[in-house]
């Protein structure tokens, strides 16, 4: 019980240090902001290029808040700034540390809790603090690829407004207000950007850099080419949006004649932990040896290794690009 003791003052202490370092060197940017609106609003004697960085920094500031030193450390070691922007969650750094160091903690007294040896809780906990890294990739992968599938239908609402004799500025307008999220919300801050003063070339630049699309890159090339040297751009987005639908529709019959593959995937990298789980919980003694034995540990790290490298392998042959 002592030993627990421990833990949880060696925890709040680390928590309080954390907190006490942030609550120092927190600064207050209101007057910085307001100092950057009145240079936007009453004039300024810089020039555009000036003015378009203000303005990208005052869009960003919503999102960035007021961050502590440490936490724009961490934010620009990790890019959770970026991930947070992709996956489109609301959070700080600081709070998303706080949950990983809470699931690490969680990790430590699992084990116990559960009647385990004390030896699984530095694995346990190192799991849960991957967890939630976890959850903001795969936020982030479903926010992109539905973005991927709104595009075309994007493009060719784009298209349509060209040919009705709109601006390529008012197009973009069009696709935040008659579309859904994500590329809605997308659309619309690229929109307001350049409404607001900053070069639309730069405005898609900050766009393919918050959604890391191949296809929209397509389309960011397309628009500066056309702005430099013209051309129909209607025609263009037409065809980067013919050929994103038929690489959809590739990329369909590959998902379905590899999915007997994914699936014996998951079935065999799954399969030896969950026996591992089940046999432990039958005879504990049967699977100590892996832990005290010498061959047992050489075969549980050979186990491990062939098990990544399985994953590895089977990644390859049903991960087909299209």
């Not at 690829?145 to 239908?153: G, I, T, V, W, Y």
């Not at 766009?207 to 960011?220: M, Q, V, Y």
């Not at 397309?222 to 129909?232: I, K, N, Y």
């Amino acid at each position: 019980m002592s030993v627990w003791i421990v833990y949880i003052c060696v925890f709040a202490g680390v928590a309080a240090l954390v907190a006490g370092i942030a609550a120092v060197y927190r600064g207050d940017r209101e007057d910085e902001v307001a100092q950057r609106l009145s240079a936007l609003t009453v004039g300024s004697k810089d020039d555009d290029s000036k003015k378009a960085s203000i303005t990208s920094e005052i869009l960003n500031a919503s999102r960035e808040g007021t961050q502590s030193a440490f936490e724009q450390m961490i934010s620009n070691y990790l890019n959770l700034n970026l991930l947070f922007e992709q996956a489109d969650v609301n959070m700080t750094v600081g709070k998303f540390l706080a949950i990983v160091a809470g699931a690490g903690a969680v990790g430590i007294a699992l084990p116990t809790a559960a009647g385990m040896p004390m030896k699984f809780a530095p694995i346990v906990a190192v799991v849960l603090c991957f967890m939630p890294f976890m959850w903001l990739i795969m936020k982030r992968k479903r926010r992109l690829n539905k973005f991927a599938a709104q595009l075309p239908e994007a493009l060719e609402l784009i298209s349509r407004a060209l040919r009705a004799g709109h601006s390529l500025a008012a197009g973009f307008n069009l696709v935040g207000q008659e579309m859904s999220a994500p590329i809605a919300v997308e659309f619309n801050r690229a929109f307001e950007e350049q409404n607001l003063g900053m070069p639309l070339e730069e405005a898609l630049g900050n766009l393919t850099e918050r959604i890391p699309n191949l296809d929209l890159k397509f389309f960011a090339t397309a628009v500066v080419l056309q702005r430099q040297t013209g051309g129909d751009l209607a025609e263009i987005l037409d065809k980067i949006g013919s050929l994103i639908r038929e690489r959809f529709k590739i990329w369909g019959q590959v998902q379905a004649l590899t999915g007997e593959g994914r699936l014996s995937g998951i079935v065999l990298l799954a399969l030896p932990p969950a026996l591992f789980v089940a046999v432990y919980r039958m005879n504990p003694d049967y699977l100590m040896l892996l832990f005290t034995d010498d061959l047992g540990k050489k075969m549980l790290v050979g186990g491990l290794v062939m098990q990544l490298l399985g994953a590895i392998v089977i990644r390859k042959i049903v991960n087909i690009r299209v």
